[in-house]
């Protein structure tokens, strides 16, 4: 790749930026550092190559370069570095000799990571088997054999556990520069789906230590202490990490957005932006103060509904795997952790005007009852009293009177356009998987039937920091759940126009399977293309 040195050295305050982090750095908690014992940590997560290869920008993104392997030792690499470049200004620095050295030191990306063997693949899975439209079923067979192509070392649920084993918890990605971030915790739900699939009680037994090991990393560095309307007090999480610097896979787009930011408030900048990159939704107009640009960001302050929702399921899973290998004093522990965390989602999330859920701003004391797809978490995780049966038809009121369910291709990530990648006229797969089971889990027939959404032919959606992948995991997912969960409901008639009621298909006209789709339908799936192969 050749440099692309332009617009970005121009802005002579990206320069100052990046000297007020350094003349700060007492004060940084960088993303990694030597204390995680990895030699690379100053390449990779800080120091002058880093900041050199952003501020000049070699690579078309960010993320290009730190996902780069290293061609020599670290130690080397540094050395080298200083030799010939460590009497001249970064801002200074020949671009061209830049590229040469990254061509001389750093691999191509990825190249580090090798393909796997699924022991467990079946090119032809029985629930795949039973579904009953041939189209949907040849498509579902195609995404099957993905995941022969898309499987690497190390990624696997094992890979997870043992992260959480090294680190107490599944950090945000596979990199070194993830450690100061969790993945949001859907390790312990992961287990359970694997355990109601397999009934495998001996891999629970050895790993359900790592699963209370995730979420005591939640209870100790990611809650606070709220008190409700009543003066009761409750323990309710967060996305707080404590990284206060740019991002590396983002560290232009970060150094970028801190330029509107005065220099005594961009280290809590940073680490707003970081903590809603933990959250998954990077970015969102939930986290910004104005509901519009990335400057007002306080993530931080933000009490999300969906994290809660989600570490309230993680408990009653608990108490169910504590209950089935017969570790009666932790299965009493989590049933008494799992009613105080229904009690606090319902204290602090549940708005009885609005009769939801949403995320509550603890710096102002009040709800966020703007729509966002989190309303239906709760339903999605079970963690409401199934006798209130009330509780998840308001919630479907509260959509219908938000015309979410009239996006002809899908429901959005927000009703704002702030141009974010998680707000409108986005929609992700994940997104529409929770609220399609959050309705099909909550009993009531008026939710079931809100399921039937038909859709047009969507368009990729915008935003984000790197360039758009293929083979995304979640999206191969979600279809692939969707179409085995539906099997004998779901139909697809001519390719690109008729559809029956299912959850709705509406095929999209995209050659690839992408990271992020327009206003994705409940199934966004490229069958038009491929049933053209």
Not at 7 to 12: L, T
Not at 26 to 32: A, D, F, P, R
Not at 73 to 99: C, H, M, R, W, Y
Not at 482 to 511: A, E, F, W
């Amino acid at each position: 790749m050749s440099g692309c040195a332009g617009d970005f050295r121009q802005y002579k305050e990206l320069d100052k930026v990046i000297a007020d982090i350094e003349s700060t750095k007492q004060k940084n908690n960088e993303v990694c550092d030597e204390t995680d014992k990895i030699a690379n940590w100053n390449i990779y997560c800080s120091g002058p190559i880093l900041t050199a290869m952003n501020l000049h920008q070699v690579e078309m993104d960010s993320k290009t370069f730190v996902d780069r392997p290293l061609k020599a030792d670290p130690d080397v690499v540094l050395q080298e570095f200083k030799k010939e470049f460590g009497k001249t200004k970064i801002a200074n620095i020949s671009v061209q000799k830049l590229i040469n050295f990254r061509n001389r030191f750093f691999g191509e990306p990825g190249t580090e990571l090798k393909g796997c063997v699924i022991p467990e693949w079946k090119e032809l899975p029985p629930k795949i088997a039973r579904i009953k439209d041939e189209n949907l079923k040849r498509f579902a067979l195609f995404l099957n054999q993905r995941w022969k192509d898309l499987c690497r070392q190390g990624i696997l649920l094992l890979g997870r556990i043992l992260d959480c084993e090294r680190f107490g918890f599944v950090p945000n990605g596979g990199r070194i520069y993830y450690l100061r971030r969790s993945q949001p915790p859907f390790l312990t739900p992961m287990m359970y789906e694997y355990y109601e699939a397999t009934g495998d009680i001996e891999f629970i037994k050895e790993n359900f230590n790592h699963l209370v090991k995730e979420y005591e990393f939640w209870v100790q560095n990611r809650s606070i202490s709220v008190m409700d309307e009543k003066g009761y007090k409750h323990k309710i999480y967060q996305y707080r990490t404590i990284s206060n610097v740019p991002r590396p896979e983002s560290f232009r787009a970060d150094i970028q957005a801190a330029v509107e930011v005065g220099k005594n408030d961009r280290q809590k900048f940073f680490q707003d932006i970081a903590s809603a990159a933990e959250s998954g939704w990077d970015f969102s107009s939930r986290w910004f103060r104005d509901r519009n640009t990335m400057k007002t960001i306080e993530t931080t302050n933000i009490l999300p509904v969906d994290l809660n929702s989600l570490l309230c399921w993680n408990v009653n899973i608990l108490k169910y795997f504590a209950n089935i290998i017969g570790n009666t004093q932790k299965a009493e522990e989590f049933e008494k952790k799992g009613q105080e965390a229904w009690k606090a989602l319902n204290a602090i999330f549940y708005n009885k005007l609005k009769k939801a859920w949403f995320d509550y701003n603890f710096r102002i004391k009040s709800h966020n009852t703007l729509f966002y797809p989190t309303v239906a978490m709760p339903l999605f995780t079970g963690c409401y009293t199934m006798l209130d049966y009330g509780k998840s038809t308001k919630v479907i009121d509260f959509m219908n009177e938000s015309n979410v369910f009239n996006y002809p291709s899908g429901i959005p990530a927000s009703l704002k356009n702030t141009g974010q990648q998680w707000d409108l006229p986005n929609g992700w797969p994940p997104l529409q998987h929770i609220i399609i089971e959050g309705m099909r889990k909550s009993d009531n027939p008026e939710a079931q039937e809100m399921i039937d959404v038909t859709g047009t032919i969507p368009k990729p959606g915008a935003g984000g920091e790197y360039d758009v992948q293929d083979g995304f995991g979640w999206t191969n997912g979600v279809v692939l759940d969707l179409l085995t969960t539906y099997y004998d409901r779901m139909t697809i008639g001519d390719i690109g126009q008729n559809v029956t009621h299912g959850p709705s298909v509406r095929p999209c006209r995209s050659k690839t399977y992408r990271i992020r789709y327009r206003l994705v339908p409940l199934l966004c799936i490229t069958v038009f293309y491929f049933l053209r192969l």
